[in-house]
């Protein structure tokens, strides 16, 4: 029951809050234009309910030429890709605003594990054991307030498992509480280096 009052919620939220912030977009695009050749938004294909694919939009924050459907932890060096309004971008999260049109859509909740990219292979099969690809992935969640990009893959994935046992209102309320202090923090915000299964 909850899952539709959460869909009809997520639907409704992300609806207003694109209203509200479409000044922000206009400004957003128009300095990603300036500041360097290429698309204003970046999509890649991720892994959604049911490990379905779909695409994920988000502001560009990378030059056009940086490798494609490669995680950021395992660039050699990041920060070469970056451009200068995507550090800021990155930095204040603001690069995950379009993702309210993915929520809008149904391919994301406002509240889920994040979206693997369709090769990680290792975070898929990680929260294949706690049931985290059942549910439509979020544009935050209980791992993003709890380490974010320091996790580890089998943490990373554990904390998915967490959320699904927990998952209602409270929790989510919760998230999305504790995602507005990480933000404001810039909390767990590591370019390169983390985010990969350990080699035992």
């Given amino acids: 029951m909850y899952a539709v009052i959460k869909r009809i919620l997520d639907f409704i939220l992300a609806l207003i809050a694109t209203i509200l912030l479409s000044w922000l977009f206009v400004i957003l695009i128009a300095l990603i234009k300036i500041d360097s050749k290429g698309p204003i938004l970046f999509k890649q294909k991720r892994v959604g309910i049911h490990k379905k694919h779909f695409m994920i939009y988000k502001f560009r924050t990378m030059r056009t030429d940086t490798p494609k459907d490669m995680p950021t932890h395992m660039l050699k060096n990041p920060e070469q890709f ?5 550090k800021f971008l990155r930095k204040t999260s603001l690069d995950e605003l379009p993702q309210l049109l993915n929520i809008i859509k149904g391919d994301m909740a406002i509240v889920g594990p994040r979206p693997a990219l369709w090769n990680q292979y290792d975070l898929i099969e990680e929260r294949d054991k706690y049931g985290a690809n059942d549910v439509l992935p979020g544009l935050t969640g209980w791992a993003q307030i709890n380490g974010r990009d320091e996790l580890e893959i089998p943490v990373k994935a554990a904390l998915d498992g967490e959320y699904i046992k927990k998952m209602g209102f409270v929790m989510d309320v919760k998230c999305i509480l504790g995602t507005v202090k990480s933000v404001l923090k810039h909390e767990g915000v590591v ?6 299964m350990k080699k035992k």
């Fill in 82 to 86: 970056i451009t200068k309004i995507g």
């Fill in 191 to 196: 370019e390169g280096g983390t985010g990969a």
